[in-house]
């Protein structure tokens, strides 16, 4: 820019120095010459002008990258460490959770679910479905260690030969050996609908 201020005071005071000079003897070539020169420091001048105007736009344009990409570093951060959670997974969570699934497998394919249930409504005709909340502890060797039933309020099954029935059945099976050779507790629900 300083270099452009010199240039362009150097024209002017160029072009003021030519205005003072008389010479009343000057011929046509001279200034021929002198209007050539005098041109091509205009088109000099509009050229610095366009380049200046390129580089300000360039200047501001680097301005608004530089902050785009300090914004993208941040947010590529918060994002790496938000995925980090998703690409080691709990492994004893994954074995637990796949052993729960097992015993719950176990459990569906009884009939005896549905026979307790059945057995009672055949006694009781105004007997209702409902739901009971089955915790099971089941040992390191797969045997049921202890089992305890809770029903819901309002929608709970409270009928006790349903629950002694499910317990004496529950109790007699066999489940898979547990990850880890350590007792796991499995909260289970048991619903239980009048068909029909």
Do not use: W
Not at 72 to 89: G, S, T
Not at 137 to 163: A, D, H, M, V, W
């Amino acid at each position: 820019m300083k270099k452009f201020l010199l240039f362009f005071i150097a024209i002017i005071s160029f072009h003021t120095h030519a205005l003072n000079i008389k010479t009343p003897d000057l011929n046509e070539l001279e200034l021929k010459a002198y209007s050539a020169e005098l041109k091509f420091l205009k088109k000099l001048k509009k050229e610095y002008q366009q380049k200046n105007r390129i580089l300000d736009s360039l200047r501001v344009h680097s301005k608004s990258l530089i902050k785009a990409k300090k914004s993208y570093l941040k947010k590529r951060a918060v994002y790496k460490k938000n995925i980090a959670h998703f690409k080691n997974p709990n492994i004893k969570n994954l074995k637990i959770s796949s052993y729960v699934s097992r015993v719950r497998n176990v459990l569906y394919q009884q009939p005896f679910l549905k026979d307790c249930f059945q057995r009672e409504l055949n006694r009781n005709r105004l007997l209702k479905g409902g739901k009971a909340l089955g915790i099971l502890k089941i040992n390191s060797s797969g045997n049921l260690e202890n089992l305890k039933f809770t029903s819901p309020n309002g929608q709970g099954i409270r009928n006790k030969k349903i629950l002694n029935c499910l317990s004496q059945n529950i109790k007699k099976l066999t489940f898979p050996l547990p990850p880890h050779n350590t007792p796991i507790s499995i909260h289970q629900a048991f619903n239980f609908k009048i068909s029909g």
